[in-house]
């Protein structure tokens, strides 16, 4: 019984889809928005931007976040930039570059007509944010100032010095505010979405806990949206903030919209390297870093073991017995490849023993080069706050002058490993980017649509800000164009009650199993079989390992967790009990996927399948769809169904940043 | 690099169930951390071992902890965010700093504004409502001009940036005698007086931004400069007499 998917994709060419659905979309007339609710779950850049658009259409919002401000989601922690093809720097930008270095970054893997909508809309979000009084660097002429990024061969990425992404949430949220004050968007700080209601086949209401009483309240509206990130928090380490989950997106899961594409994980190659096994997150150094930051491990094992061994430190290397694997491997792009191959680099030579630090899983960023070429104060002015956070992390700072051998001064290098970073995987949703349950969307990098296998640096930051400001307020037009024709549903139904008692009956559950075990020590070890077994380095054996490893963890945390205090008031515990029991779910299906898919691409790597050179090797005669997996129930295994990818626009080749 | 481990330190941290609870002490000796533990992870070990007791764990804001999305909030010996060379958050606290035999008070931000919610957990919402009251241009999402069609000299926007780089921790409202939120507020104000986009609703904002900070009862600046001491992100009471320009140019103009 084969389930046909309809992404639906508007009729004509790439360039010309999106501006035919908008000439064509049904909308909804100015007296109709006001009797329109809509629920947006999440403050991030996508969920903000979205909510203050919708406001000022004049739909009537309900905002919920689980922090106790909308201006603390995790994309404030985004350092590097924003990409948009405004090609202000003269170096042949252009909406089809964009688009077309989106598609190859993510190894041939997402939708071209999602992706040429982004590139489209990039240009839109640079001059929104300017009007909202972010202050993005700029030129002394007064004009805007850019960066390059790994995957592009042009200058398009703007920046807020190491805070993009705080200033564009700022921004985001500075215009939910304004809506919050106008009366248009009600703002549930400290809540989470445990639930969606559907009533008649529609997403019709959300069940949320407010976290400070620990009550569940219901709340209905016409449509839902979730802009609740990504799952990355599913291998415990990672760089996601520590609330970061993925319990809204896997209810909906279990409720009926499919998961697409779960085993894309991006790990990101310039992470603070792991120091204990007490350490409760990661930390990124920006990918910006490698604009003026050269990678590199020694050339003689006998210098690594040194470097291991504590005997030797990194400045007393000269240059000519340094790797500089980057530029070596990959000539044309250098120290900008994509994430995925920097990081699979790294992986390389610290398993063949060229490790730089006492765990042997480091390697060295150093900018000694770029200091000697523009001195340090040009390297402060782009990333002090980076240079100053590194040192407050490990006592090191990357400015220091340590050594000089013939006459060649040579700085304090960072150390650098790679770790879980955002999830290109998600709820699956079609052009419009409605899930497969009508009424709920997800939005943000909580869907799937736009960054294929492997997503280029700068551009969570650009489809978050797209989806919110530019696609979403169009399209859900689309849905609730006849919506306005039904009377806003009652919290009293049945489906309300039905589904806020399993959600209580789950509490009740969590804090009856009285065992033994802290949700911590499970959600470690959980982490430990993810990145061991569905990490960057995938055998369809050591998945299968995993798999079984999962369950057996699953049943010592159905058997064994305890979790203090009671449902009534704010329990912290029992918060993490309901993320981690999702965790698995998730991290399962990132597995199941990830065996299904017997190829490599972007950020998912098998290891029986490379070339010999080590690259990933692809497999588009099989595999070139969207895996979308449908939940079956608790103890069954989810189900794939096949969205198969169509490109007219570009030539699927194998992906080339060597010449 | 023989890395500092700290073999044993006392950790007394305050516990208030809800704002109308009077609150206490408790405290709890720390066993061989190493210095690299951040603080948070540091209470996170306190946690678990209280778990293991089978008691509640010390509740307390955190998230990001890499230091911006502004969430932990914790004062430790005295000082918001803890004592630090140049400005940190609780997040970027790391053990080093600290002395073997220490004993580490931990306690809430302290302010009429910032209720306690439980343990060392505050509200700061009073923050939100400052910003609602006037802190953004008001732009619809559309088609705003090219974004290089407003040229702003590359002082400006970085003096704009280091405005904008407030995290609204609520630091400088914890160690304000006056619980005052000028230095909060003033970081916004500045950030968009400094912009042309930000001009033609200066006078509005600074007005509407200021009478909603006194409304929610945070006190008056008497200029003793423990905001800008504490900030993590290094805001400075000149942001405060940009404000009082804004302001006074304001009320002159009604």
Redesign the interface.
């Known amino acids: 019984m084969a389930i046909k998917i309809d992404s639906k994709i508007p009729e004509g060419p790439v360039a010309e889809k999106w501006s035919n659905y908008k000439a064509h979309q049904r909308l909804v007339n100015p007296k109709n928005k006001l009797k329109l609710d809509v629920i947006v779950v999440g403050t991030g850049l996508a969920g903000a931007s979205a909510a203050a658009s919708l406001a000022e259409m004049g739909f009537n919002v309900l905002n919920f976040c689980i922090q106790d401000s909308p201006r603390r989601a995790h994309s404030i922690a985004a350092q590097g930039g924003i990409n948009a093809a405004k090609n202000y720097q003269n170096d042949g930008d252009s909406v089809y570059r964009l688009f077309y270095d989106t598609v190859k970054g993510g190894d041939y893997r997402a939708r071209e007509a999602n992706v040429y909508r982004l590139a489209e809309v990039s240009n839109n979000i640079i001059d929104q944010c300017v009007a909202q009084g972010v202050p993005f660097a700029r030129e002394y002429g007064g004009t805007l100032a850019n960066r390059s990024f790994g995957g592009a061969q042009v200058s398009r990425t703007f920046y807020a010095k190491g805070q993009t992404g705080q200033q564009l949430l700022l921004g985001a949220y500075s215009a939910l505010s304004a809506q919050v004050q106008a009366g248009k968007v009600k703002l549930y700080t400290r809540y989470e979405m445990e639930d969606v209601v559907i009533v008649n086949g529609k997403a019709r209401g959300i069940i949320a806990k407010n976290l400070v009483t620990g009550k569940l309240e219901r709340f209905s509206a016409n449509a839902v949206v979730i802009a609740t990130g990504g799952y990355g928090n599913a291998y415990f380490l990672s760089t996601n903030a520590m609330g970061c989950n993925c319990t809204a997106a896997v209810q909906c899961y279990r409720k009926g919209a499919y998961m697409a594409n779960p085993s894309y994980v991006q790990i990101h190659p310039t992470c603070i390297p792991v120091h204990g096994d007490k350490q409760s997150k990661l930390t990124l150094m920006s990918e910006s870093l490698r604009n003026d930051g050269r990678i590199w491990v020694p050339k003689k094992i006998e210098d690594a073991k040194a470097l291991q061994a504590g005997t030797k430190e990194g400045w007393e290397i000269p240059e000519e017995d340094r790797d500089y694997y980057l530029e070596r491997r990959y000539p044309a792009f250098g120290n900008l490849v994509p994430r995925d191959v920097a990081s699979r680099a790294a992986k390389e030579r610290c398993d063949k023993g060229y490790g730089v630090n006492n765990t042997g899983l480091a390697v060295f960023l150093d900018f000694s080069e770029s200091i000697n070429r523009l001195g340090l104060d040009a390297m402060k002015q782009r990333y002090g706050n980076l240079f100053d956070m590194y040192e407050e992390i490990t006592d090191v700072y990357p400015g220091d002058l340590a050594n000089e051998i013939n006459g060649v001064k040579y700085y304090k290098p960072m150390m650098i490993y790679p770790a879980i970073h955002y999830t290109m995987g998600g709820v699956w949703v079609d052009y419009e980017l409605q899930t497969s349950i009508p009424g709920l969307f997800a939005i943000g990098e909580c869907n799937f649509s736009d960054h294929g296998a492997n997503r280029l640096g700068a551009s969570a930051l650009m489809q978050g800000l797209a989806d919110g400001y530019f696609v979403l307020p169009y399209t859900i037009q689309n849905y609730l164009a006849d919506q306005s024709l039904w009377p806003r549903v009652s919290t009293d139904l049945p489906e309300f009650a039905e589904t806020e008692k399993a959600v209580d009956a789950e509490l009740t559950r969590l804090l009856n199993i009285k065992g033994k075990r802290s949700v911590d020590s499970i959600h470690k070890e959980l982490g430990h079989i993810m990145w061991e077994y569905v990490g960057m380095g995938r055998t369809a054996e050591g998945l299968k390992t995993g798999i079984q490893k999962m369950k057996e963890l699953q049943k010592e945390f159905d058997t064994n967790l305890f979790v203090p205090g009671t449902k009534e008031g704010l329990n912290v515990e029992l918060d993490k009990a309901i993320h981690l029991r999702d965790f698995f779910t998730m991290g399962e299906l990132v597995a199941h996927d990830a065996l299904s898919r017997n190829e490599s691409c972007g950020g998912h790597f098998r290891e029986e399948y490379q070339t010999e050179e080590g690259e990933a090797k692809r497999d588009d005669a099989n595999y070139f769809y969207v895996g979308c997996w449908e939940y079956q129930g608790a103890d069954k295994d989810p189900e794939l169904i096949k969205e198969p990818l169509e490109y007219e626009a570009i030539k699927v080749q194998t992906r080339n940043y060597k010449n | ?1 023989a890395e500092k481990i700290l073999k044993s330190f006392t950790v007394k941290y305050w516990k208030q169930n ?1 704002p109308k609870d009077k609150g206490h002490f408790e405290q709890k000796v720390m066993k061989d951390i ?1 210095g ?3 603080f ?2 540091m209470l ?2 306190l946690n ?1 071992q209280l ?2 007791e ?4 010390f ?1 307390f ?11 932990c909030s914790l004062y430790i010996n005295g000082t918001p965010h803890g004592k ?1 060379e ?1 400005g ?1 958050t609780t997040c ?1 606290l ?1 053990m ?1 700093r600290f002395k073997e035999g220490d004993t580490i008070t931990i306690e809430p931000w302290r302010s009429a504004g910032f209720p306690v ?2 343990d060392c ?1 505050v ?3 009073a ?2 409502k400052i ?18 069609a ?5 002082q400006d ?2 003096e ?2 280091d405005c ?2 407030c ?2 921790c609520g630091a400088c409202v914890a160690a304000c005698k006056n619980g005052s939120a000028m230095l909060f507020v003033s970081s916004k104000v500045s ?2 007086a400094l ?1 042309p ?2 001009r033609p609703e200066a006078a509005k904002r600074a007005k509407a931004m200021v009478a909603k900070m006194d409304e929610l009862g945070f006190g008056n600046c008497t200029n003793t400069r423990a905001c800008e001491a504490v900030c993590p992100k290094c805001e400075t009471i000149a942001n405060i007499a940009r404000l009082n320009r804004e302001f006074i140019k304001a009320k002159l103009a009604d």
């Not at chain 2, 804001?61 to 502004?70: F, V």
């Not at chain 2, 910003?131 to 290089?148: K, L």
């Not at chain 2, 407003?150 to 590359?154: A, D, H, N, R």
């Open positions: 690099m809800g190493p690299d533990t951040s948070l992870e996170d070990i678990e778990i293991e089978g008691k509640e764990p509740v804001d955190h998230d990001c902890r890499e230091g911006i999305c502004g969430m630090t140049r940190a970027q790391y080093r919610i439980k957990m509200d700061r919402t923050f939100d910003i609602q009251a006037g802190g953004y241009t008001t732009v619809r999402t559309g088609a705003p001009q090219d974004a290089n407003i040229l702003i000299p590359k926007a970085d704009a940036m904008a780089s995290i609204g950030q968009l912009l986009q930000g």
